[in-house]
Nanobody, 127 residues
Framework: QVELAESGGGLVQAGGSLRLSCAASGRTSSSYAMGWFRQAPGKERELVAAIGRCGYTTYYTDSVKGRFTISRDNAKNTVYLQMNSLKPEDTAVYYC????????????????????WGQGTQVTVSS
């Protein structure tokens, strides 16, 4: 069992940057593959980025490649999403998610693979 809490959202102008954090409590986060999802109004929740337990395998959806970076600090039980060159279409509620895996390199790209979810943090990018 793990509890996830996102922070770092806010309002930023297009071209700006934000860093989201996801703090995990309970069972150590190093046992979990992690992902960042987002959901814009009227749209389905989509995977933005994912990272394996040990941090050396990552995945990015095409629309954020080269702009967003996912990373983790297992000593701090925290996963980050650095978002640069933000665009108005990045506006959404961003969610952190986790699921356990024995493999240090496995990443999950399906929303149904994730068991644990945070409450979300709003990111608004103005034009």
């Amino acid at each position: 069992q793990v509890e996830l809490a996102e922070s770092g959202g806010g309002l930023v102008q297009a071209g700006g940057s934000l860093r989201l954090s996801c703090a995990a409590s309970g069972r150590t986060s190093s046992s979990y593959a992690m992902g960042w999802f987002r959901q814009a109004p009227g749209k389905e929740r989509e995977l933005v980025a994912a990272i394996g337990r040990c941090g050396y395998t990552t995945y990015y959806t095409d629309s954020v490649k080269g702009r967003f970076t996912i990373s983790r600090d297992n000593a701090k039980n925290t996963v980050y999403l650095q978002m640069n060159s933000l665009k108005p279409e990045d506006t959404a509620v961003y969610y952190c998610a986790a699921d356990s895996t024995y493999s240090p390199s496995t990443i999950f790209t399906s929303i149904s693979s994730y068991t644990y979810w945070g409450q979300g943090t709003q990111v608004t990018v103005s034009s």
